[in-house]
């Protein structure tokens, strides 16, 4: 069945969360308005809302991850370049910023978030993305035009109040990314956007997967958020999917990985080409990160009784990742 249009706010005028998984984009994330059970105090908001702005570019030469990320109480912002040919990240930062001052995440998938801390500036959009930091700098171009809609999902979760996000589909995208001393076109590859806005639980973990294609992409995930925003973009359709199963060794980024839904409409296997990790531990907080990049070979279907359609070599991510914060 096809998913119901995005309402415009997520919020009901009766302080309920349009709770589910829609097609389209909302424009407004406001939790202050919700009722109870979902309700919180403003204090326990402050500390409990967490906001990221994430993109991916993806190409045959080249990977990149930029995120920027409001904790509530502090705030932080990354990025990465992975060299395909040479399996090694030739470019990364990682900085914490000052609470209130180096980041400000964007209202909605549709607006700007942005990142500044000392030289170092990201500014992401529904339009186009620029990095600088040193000599790591992206200046990238996103087309929507003739791009699969949004996913939107809405949903509660546990120790927190409720959370929402925002996925893309592939993208068309045009630029240069410059890191390493080489610089990479962007013109053949597409990139994909998870916007993403909760009240979530002090320890709060996942695992997940996304890849995209112009024809075929998926995201999954396993842990805080359920099933939820599990959903396959095929022919610029979008398909639900039931819950995601992940099979692999948390002690070794390079090992395979096997992932599959419990309504066998997608089933992959990953095959790491390197990956991006980071550990932190803020006394107050915490995170342990790891987020190997490779290809997915298998097969999805749009029907449990539809005919299979063949996955090789799709480039995308997995990702293992707890959180204290």
């Keep these: 069945m096809p998913l119901p249009s995005a309402p415009r706010d997520i919020v009901g005028?009766?302080?309920?969360?349009?709770?589910?998984?829609?097609?389209?984009?909302?424009?407004?994330?406001?939790?202050?308005?919700?009722?109870a059970p979902f309700k919180?105090?403003?204090?326990?908001?402050?500390?409990?809302?967490?906001?990221?702005?994430?993109?991916?570019?993806?190409?045959?030469?080249?990977?990149c991850g930029i995120a920027i990320v409001d904790l509530g109480w502090t705030n932080t912002a990354f990025a990465y370049a992975f060299d395909r040919a040479s399996k090694t990240v030739v470019a990364a930062f990682s900085q914490d910023g000052l609470p209130g001052l180096s980041a400000a995440v964007a209202g909605n998938a549709g607006e700007t978030s942005r990142f500044h801390f000392l030289s170092r500036r990201v500014t992401l959009g529904a339009g186009a993305l620029t990095l600088r930091c040193g000599g790591f700098e992206i200046d990238a171009r996103f087309d929507a035009a003739g791009a699969a809609p949004l996913l939107l999902a809405v949903?509660?979760?546990d120790g927190g109040s409720v959370h929402a996000t925002q996925k893309s589909a592939a993208r068309a995208m045009a630029g240069t990314v410059r890191a390493g001393g080489k610089t990479y076109p962007l013109e053949a590859g597409v990139a994909s956007f998870d916007y993403s806005n909760g009240l979530l639980a002090r320890d709060t973990a996942w695992r997940w997967a996304s890849?995209?294609?112009?024809?075929?992409?998926?995201?999954?995930?396993?842990?805080?958020?359920g099933a939820n925003e599990n959903a396959l973009w095929l022919d610029g359709e979008i398909i639900a999917l039931q819950a995601a199963h992940f099979e692999f060794d948390p002690d070794d980024a390079r090992?395979?990985?096997?992932?599959?839904t419990e309504d066998?409409?997608?089933?992959?296997?990953?095959?790491?080409?390197?990956?991006r990790r980071e550990d932190k531990n803020l006394l107050v907080a915490a995170s342990?990160?790891?987020?190997p990049i490779g290809t997915f070979s298998g097969s999805v279907r749009a029907t449990p009784d539809g005919p299979a359609r063949a996955v090789e070599r799709l480039v995308g991510v997995t990702e293992d990742h707890a959180s204290r914060w």
């Design 13 to 35: 005028q009766d302080g309920q969360p349009r709770i589910g998984r829609f097609s389209g984009q909302a424009s407004s994330f406001d939790w202050a308005a919700l009722a």
């Design 255 to 260: 090992a395979p990985w096997h992932v599959w």
């Design 264 to 275: 066998r409409l997608l089933d992959l296997h990953f095959t790491p080409e390197g990956a």
């Design 40 to 63: 919180r105090s403003a204090l326990w908001r402050r500390f409990h809302h967490k906001r990221w702005h994430y993109v991916a570019l993806a190409t045959d030469r080249i990977f």
């Design 211 to 225: 890849a995209h294609s112009a024809a075929l992409g998926f995201n999954l995930q396993a842990g805080y958020f």
């Design 155 to 157: 949903g509660a979760v």
């Design 288 to 291: 342990r990160y790891v987020q």
